[in-house]
């Protein structure tokens, strides 16, 4: 028999595993932000500091995404949610991204001078980064939970519910394709 700590810390490990694809893109897109860096000509640590900076909340929350499409509190492949959850995320991790880019090359705490004309303009920008967000997800974290799912049972899960989508959507677009060549041939 299990004591409590053990299944709470069961329950974390399980759910880390699940996070891992959200983190990793998250992640990913903050490399974009220091490549960025280095192309205007800033010094190597301040890209590396712009990656971590933005990397971590992006990682994080990256992580919950896939938590919340893992449990089934999001609906799969649907970009709706996304676009709502990255609406909030996006313009919140880049407020934190900027004081800490701040704080780390100043000393001192800093940020945009317009902070709401920012969050508006990040919040924009958050719709295009929810989209490459998504497709990337949808690619790498069904493979994911796949390899995971041998000892993870809410992978198990998550996966059978990616493969059963796909089960509907290849036959829909298959039945879609019978009846347009069925009207050609009329």
């Known amino acids: 028999m299990t004591v409590p700590n053990e299944r709470e810390a069961a329950r974390v ?3 880390a595993e699940l996070g891992r694809p ?3 893109v998250g992640f990913l897109a903050s ?3 220091g490549l960025m860096a280095l192309v205007v000509g800033q010094p190597l640590s301040w890209a590396l500091v712009s990656v971590l ?3 971590l909340p992006l990682g994080l929350l990256g992580a919950v995404y896939s938590v919340l499409i893992a449990y089934g509190k999001v609906r799969l492949g649907t970009f709706a949610p996304v676009c709502l959850f990255w609406l909030i ?3 919140l991790s880049r407020l934190l991204q900027e004081g800490l880019t701040h704080l ?3 000393g001192e705490l800093g940020g945009p001078p317009d ?3 920012f969050l508006a303009y990040q919040g924009i920008l958050s719709a295009g980064f929810a989209f490459g967000f998504l497709w990337l997800h949808e690619r790498l974290a069904p493979r994911w939970w796949y390899k995971m799912s041998d000892h993870n ?3 198990l899960r998550v996966y059978e519910r990616y493969a059963s989508h796909a089960r509907v959507m290849w036959e829909a677009r298959e039945a879609r394709k019978r009846r347009r060549e069925a009207s050609k041939s009329r």
């Open 13 to 15: 490990r399980e759910m």
């Open 22 to 24: 959200g983190f990793a």
């Open 31 to 33: 490399s974009f932000a």
């Open 53 to 55: 900076a933005l990397g």
């Open 89 to 91: 995320g996006f313009p």
């Open 104 to 106: 780390v090359l100043t």
């Open 115 to 117: 902070v709401l004309g």
């Open 153 to 155: 049972p809410a992978a």
